[in-house]
């Protein structure tokens, strides 16, 4: 059992490290330096790894190595359609519970103020809006009672981390969102929170073109 919950916490601290992209795209992950920084053996790192590559996190190449994966329109594209179908789907489930329909969801999970005592969503760094966001989107999928669909957000989640970071730094007024789906949730207005995820997906996919190519000229700049 504590092995267990130390491999736990080695593969926890390696995800964040690699979902922060704290390596560039398509560069190999070196498992004795990365072992070294999180002051354990290589052996639980090459598991967690192992695991990262079983979610599609990070690319296991056979024979070369672990991977960075290199960030893909088609990809982000498809993650997120996939995320919004999912919570759309959660948010419907939430409907038919309340029509008394026993085959859904069982009872209805009180919404959280995920903002609390945020009052200017301005003030809300790129870190801050992610976690809020991710912890939303997963109270969203419980709704559904579906352990396969949580699993599926928390996934989608982890490996959309830095382009959703990248969102919120790059178009700050993208944060106006953050309070408006909290709140529509907040207050169990859930047909009006589905339109609104809708929307908040399609801006994501209209932006992510002129996203992409500033990250590109980032990078350029960095290299030059």
């Not at 926890?12 to 070196?30: L, T």
């Not at 290199?70 to 029509?99: F, H, K, P, V």
């Not at 970071?165 to 007024?173: L, V």
Request: contains cysteine; glycine residues 6%.
């Amino acid at each position: 059992m504590i092995t267990e919950i130390a491999g736990n916490g080695v593969y926890e601290r390696v995800k964040a490290r690699i979902i922060a992209h704290e390596y560039a795209p398509g560069k190999r992950i070196q498992v004795e330096p990365l072992a070294d920084q999180c002051f354990v053996s290589s052996t639980p790192v090459r598991e967690a790894l192992i695991r990262l590559a079983a979610e599609h996190v990070i690319n296991d190449v056979p024979k070369a190595g672990f991977f960075i994966k290199e960030i893909s329109a088609s990809e982000i594209e498809g993650l997120y359609a996939l995320q919004q179908l999912l919570l759309d789907w959660s948010l419907s489930t939430i409907g038919n519970d309340c029509r008394g329909n026993d085959n859904r969801a069982p009872g209805i999970l009180k919404p959280p103020d995920l903002l609390g005592e945020t009052d200017q969503t301005t003030e809300i760094s790129a870190v801050a809006a992610i976690r809020i966001m991710d912890n939303l989107f997963v109270h969203i999928a419980r709704q559904s009672g579906n352990t396969d669909v949580i699993s599926q957000i928390a996934n989608i989640n982890d490996r959309t981390h830095y382009i959703r970071q990248k969102y919120f730094e790059m178009f700050e007024d993208t944060k106006g969102a953050i309070a408006k789906l909290c709140g529509t949730y907040h207050e169990k207005q859930f047909d009006r929170l589905r339109d609104d995820l809708r929307n908040y997906f399609h801006d994501k996919m209209d932006r992510l073109p002129d996203l992409l190519r500033l990250l590109r000229g980032s990078a350029l700049r960095t290299s030059a």
